[in-house]
């Protein structure tokens, strides 16, 4: 009778180990799904920040140009190319703004020190109006955080970072992963501490 409890006690306990081990390995599941979502959704979130055009551009060249995250010297290239052309894009949407026109059409202009010059030359505003538009302080501010937003979104790029960090050391790993995040959460405060008025090209435009 001992020699058969002990050996159905060990048989117990040797069953036990692998539901120990799949819920080890669910645990491990859940955390990798729960950080992917989370990268998902702070994309996504400050993407939102960001000229509509601008990303979708982005998002759709960088897995090509990146050949997946497998970069030789000329896709790594294309690659700092086009982050780069996205960068200035961001940086110069945030200097345009838009109007209706007397029929109700959608005018789009640079903001420029003296008002706004509408792209097209297809309106003209008066000059009381057109002072509404002047560049101010608020403006570059809002640019030079767009470029910081898009730098974060690239980074959460895994195409991008793999073609730029192939084998990343432990130190610059966990500057990858910690720099997007401090500069969304950043960049996300100021935009709501201030607050652009203007709706240039790219982003939502106003009922008015």
């Known amino acids: 009778m001992e020699i058969?409890?002990?050996s159905n006690s060990q048989h117990h306990d040797e069953s036990k180990h692998p539901l120990l081990r799949d819920t080890t390995e669910t645990e491990e599941k859940t955390l990798i799904q729960k950080a992917i979502s989370q990268t998902f959704k702070s994309t996504a979130h400050l993407?939102?920040?960001l000229p509509t055009g601008t990303v979708l551009a982005f998002q759709?060249?960088?897995p090509i140009f990146t050949n997946q995250g497998n970069c030789d010297s000329v896709s790594r290239f294309m690659?700092?190319?086009l982050v780069t052309l996205c960068g200035v894009s961001c940086f110069l949407l945030s200097f345009t703004d838009s109007f209706r026109d007397k029929k109700g059409n959608v005018c789009y202009g640079f903001a420029t020190f003296r008002g706004l010059w509408v792209i097209d030359g297809s309106s003209d505003?008066?000059?009381d109006l057109a002072a509404k538009y002047r560049l101010q302080f608020i403006d570059f501010m809002h640019a030079f955080m767009s470029i910081q937003v898009f730098?974060?979104?690239a980074l959460f790029?895994?195409?991008?970072v793999s073609c730029f960090f192939p084998t990343p050391s432990d130190?610059?790993?966990e500057i990858l992963t910690g720099l997007p995040v401090g500069i969304g959460v950043i960049c996300s405060m100021l935009f709501v501490v201030f607050p652009t008025q203007r709706h240039g090209i790219g982003f939502p435009l106003s009922a008015n």
Do not use: F
């Not at 790029?157 to 991008?160: I, W």
């Open 157 to 160: 790029d895994n195409n991008v």
């Open 171 to 173: 130190e610059t790993q």
């Open 47 to 49: 993407a939102n920040l």
């Open 79 to 81: 690659t700092a190319v």
């Open 125 to 127: 505003l008066s000059p």
């Open 4 to 6: 058969k409890v002990e």
């Open 60 to 62: 759709l060249l960088s």
């Open 151 to 153: 730098v974060a979104v």
